[in-house]
């Protein structure tokens, strides 16, 4: 009695050779979009490139992420979260870096004793905690204790008094001007 051994399983879909050639380039852009003009899932279209079925490529201008394109883009995030831009950078007249426009990370945490044991650490240790949710009470508290006091402490005296704008973009979370804890922080 012959088996049919090879004949078993889900049969793989086949696709003409010239059917992805056929359609325009801007149509194929993405697995996704490739898929539909081929009238076939996404997975399918992604496990024909597992099978070498489709040779994906990409872009030369958004290359795959290489070691020396991550470490590009990395310096490029960490410039942009540390503020180290041309337009926030003060120099003296002698033309000294006197304050290069960043404050730091703040982050929405506190800190609290830890309440249980665990593996590594004993209950009662302090432990760091990210804030849930981030409302009014804990925006004021981040500029009222973090961002001004980082103000006035980084700003440079030769500057002197300015004024300075703190743009908040939570619109759920804005502090009034009128908020009294924070005018007396203010004046």
């Known amino acids: 009695m012959a088996t049919k051994v090879h004949n078993s399983g889900r049969k793989k879909i086949q696709v003409a050779p010239n059917a992805i050639t056929n359609i325009n380039m801007g149509d194929r852009s993405c697995i996704r ?37 991550m470490l590009q883009m990395m310096e490029w995030v960490l410039d942009l979260l540390m503020g180290d831009t041309a337009q926030t950078k003060r120099f003296n007249a002698q033309g000294e870096w006197i304050f290069d426009g960043t404050l730091g990370i703040l982050s929405f945490t506190y800190q609290e004793p830890a309440k249980r044991s665990y593996k590594y650490r004993g209950k009662g240790t302090i432990i760091t905690k990210v804030v849930k949710s981030v409302g009014r009470k804990e925006t004021r508290n981040m500029l009222i204790n973090q961002i001004v006091p980082a103000i006035i402490q980084k700003w440079p005296p030769s500057e002197g008094p300015k004024v300075i704008f703190i743009q908040q973009d939570n619109v759920g979370s804005h502090i009034s001007q009128t908020d009294e804890e924070w005018q007396q922080v203010h004046q």
């Open 33 to 69: 979009d490739l898929a539909a003009k081929l009238n076939v899932s996404s997975s399918t279209s992604g496990r024909m490139i597992k099978r070498d079925d489709i040779k994906p490529h990409t872009n030369p201008l958004h290359p795959r992420c290489k070691e020396p394109n």
